[in-house]
């Protein structure tokens, strides 16, 4: 069994910064893509950042520029540094895992709120 614990989310003004973190525990072998989803209310969730172990990564057009995810893969933790938020960046975080051979599995986090508001 996989367990994934989130932290670093909250409430900040717009241009903050917030750094969301994730470290991945249990049976994980061979992890594919470690990775931040959001999920804004009355959206759907959608992809915000992936990275593999190698290092390479993919960003959701809208936090180009503004998000960097990273991982330390002896730790199995993803982190995600977040510049000049703003309101649209507002929603439900998750982390997400991706594992196995030859059958991959998915694994996901609770979620954290991240509320970007004057």
């Known amino acids: 069994q996989v367990q994934l614990v989130e932290s670093g989310g909250g409430l900040v003004q717009p241009g903050e910064s917030l750094r969301l973190s994730c470290a991945a525990s249990?049976?994980?072998?061979?992890?594919?893509?470690m990775g931040w989803y959001r999920q804004a209310p009355g959206k759907q969730r959608e992809l915000v950042a992936i990275?593999?172990?190698?290092?390479?990564?993919n960003y959701v057009a809208s936090v180009k520029g503004r998000f960097t995810i990273s991982s330390d893969n002896a730790k199995n933790t993803v982190y995600l540094q977040m510049n000049s938020l703003n309101a649209e960046d507002t929603a439900v975080y998750y982390c997400?895992?991706?594992?196995?051979?030859?059958?991959?599995?998915?694994?996901w986090g609770q979620g954290t709120q991240v509320t970007v508001s004057s």
């Open positions: 249990g049976s994980i072998f061979n992890t594919n893509a």
């Open positions: 997400y895992v991706r594992e196995g051979w030859p059958r991959m599995r998915d694994h």
């Open positions: 990275i593999t172990p190698s290092g390479n990564t």
